[in-house]
């Protein structure tokens, strides 16, 4: 569909098509097979556009298909988003890295090694975090290899992430204003009748007061 990601529905598919085998035929075969009834709408009417066998190797329906549905305007928007990076004010770090990754996802076709992805993360963090970083590294983060300057930040963003959900599931005290309907309504007829009863009792006492006036 218009709204999916090209590269993963290419994924989705060819997992599929691995869990059949059949005997005596190749794999791409099955895939060239098939591939046209995971399509729908302009997809499909892009895959039948080919007349005949124009396209006789899977490797040919892949590369027509993700130049349809992933053209290079797409790769220089995406990369341009990755090396823009950087973390809002508002986000922890592990929020931050999962960000981070899912732009990376978006555009598989970056051609950022890993080295330069950890170059490009670790700028975009805000001062804060990088301290945190450097710190946890007895120094500046990046004088340490790729391996263990990734090691650290799994760390930290590990860390990150189970006092967020411990932050979460902390029980909170509940004062009257945080109670809930129910019980507010509860209080607060407990408090009319005390009220009430208040009352009632200023009033059985006035007969007398008004003899002994």
């Given at each position: 569909?218009?709204?999916?990601?090209p590269?993963?529905h290419?994924?989705?598919?060819?997992?599929?098509?691995?869990?059949?085998?059949?005997?005596?035929?190749p794999?791409d075969?099955v895939r060239?097979?098939l591939?046209?009834?995971?399509l729908?709408?302009?997809?499909?009417?892009?895959?039948?556009s080919?007349?005949?066998n124009?396209?006789?190797?899977?490797?040919?329906?892949?590369?027509?298909?993700?130049?349809?549905?992933?053209?290079?305007?797409?790769?220089?928007?995406?990369?341009?988003a990755?090396?823009s990076?950087?973390?809002?004010?508002d986000?922890?770090?592990?929020?931050?890295l999962?960000?981070?990754?899912?732009?990376?996802?978006?555009?598989?076709?970056?051609?950022?090694?890993?080295?330069i992805?950890?170059?490009?993360?670790i700028?975009?963090?805000?001062p804060?975090s990088?301290?945190?970083?450097?710190?946890s590294?007895g120094g500046?983060?990046?004088l340490?290899?790729?391996?263990?300057a990734?090691e650290?930040?799994?760390?930290?963003?590990?860390?990150?992430h189970?006092?967020?959900?411990?932050r979460?599931h902390v029980?909170?005290?509940r004062?009257?204003?945080?109670?809930?309907s129910?019980?507010?309504?509860?209080?607060?007829?407990?408090?009319?009748?005390?009220?009430?009863?208040?009352?009632t009792e200023?009033?059985s006492?006035?007969?007398?007061?008004?003899?002994?006036?």
């Amino acid at each position: 569909m218009p709204n999916e990601d090209p590269y993963a529905h290419l994924t989705t598919y060819i997992e599929i098509c691995n869990t059949m085998k059949i005997v005596n035929v190749p794999e791409d075969a099955v895939r060239l097979s098939l591939f046209s009834f995971s399509l729908a709408g302009e997809a499909k009417r892009l895959l039948h556009s080919f007349k005949g066998n124009s396209l006789k190797t899977w490797e040919e329906v892949v590369e027509t298909f993700l130049k349809k549905y992933f053209p290079e305007s797409k790769t220089v928007e995406g990369k341009a988003a990755i090396s823009s990076f950087h973390q809002f004010p508002d986000e922890s770090f592990s929020e931050a890295l999962e960000r981070f990754r899912s732009l990376l996802r978006k555009t598989p076709t970056h051609g950022f090694f890993e080295p330069i992805q950890l170059n490009i993360f670790i700028d975009g963090l805000k001062p804060q975090s990088k301290q945190l970083l450097d710190a946890s590294a007895g120094g500046k983060i990046k004088l340490k290899t790729p391996e263990e300057a990734m090691e650290l930040v799994e760390h930290m963003a590990a860390s990150d992430h189970a006092i967020l959900h411990d932050r979460t599931h902390v029980p909170m005290k509940r004062s009257l204003l945080e109670l809930s309907s129910q019980d507010a309504l509860l209080a607060q007829n407990k408090l009319l009748a005390k009220q009430l009863e208040s009352l009632t009792e200023t009033l059985s006492k006035l007969p007398t007061q008004l003899q002994e006036t």
